[in-house]
């Protein structure tokens, strides 16, 4: 696995290009730009329920009336793209979405939506067989609870990620540094379009670490005390007891 010192913007330069691709958790569509920026989809499902739920930890930036306003502004940001089929609206759930692709249909998908345990392991599921072999699956916010913010939004997503590497043939290769941390798996890591894949992330990255064993470590944030007196968040990497 490349530990990568990319941001999740320049992961999407390696992703394949001109390909079929699925955004789950849009919001306002800014990562949904770069997507289309640097990777150049033929077709890009934007998959959001543009609602707010008051009862989602993760919510707490949102406000009733978000979800219509929000929907709104996506339109007309994209206009251009939807009217010419390269982008496609969904204002669903993941898992209502789901239904509508066919096994094998995307090159690649992007999660970035509920970060709850239950619901991250329920996308990758869903999702992973729409996926054609040897496709992708890169997904946002792969951080620790243990940091005190995503502690308080009950983020899930290691613990969700690694479930599902431990049922599947997925492997985890590549995790971009960050306290939001970018994972990107796949079922087929010797496959044509992973090599490619990491290959360009390498290429493209300041500093790369191979970690031959990525689930055998954890990789956590804590606040430090920097000698000019401020404070910043330094990363560690612990081995993990299994």
Known sequence: MLYTSLSREGLLDAVPKGGV?????????????????????????????????????????????????????????????IMDGRIRLHRETSQGAAKRFSKGYFDWIYIDGDHRYEAVLADLRTYAPLIKPGGLILGDDYTEPTFLEAKEMDFGVVQAVKQFLSETGYSLVALTDGVWANYAITDLPNGEICERFLSIVEALSDEVTIMPDPLSVSIQFREHTAPSGKMRLVRYVCPVKR
């Open 21 to 81: 691709a699925c955004e789950i958790g849009v919001h306002r569509g800014d990562f949904s730009a770069h997507i289309l920026a640097a990777s150049g989809p033929k077709r890009l499902h934007l998959v959001d329920p543009w609602a707010y739920d008051a009862s989602d930890p993760q919510e707490k930036y949102l406000r009733p009336g978000d979800g219509d306003e929000t929907l709104e502004r996506i339109r007309l940001r994209f206009a251009t793209e």
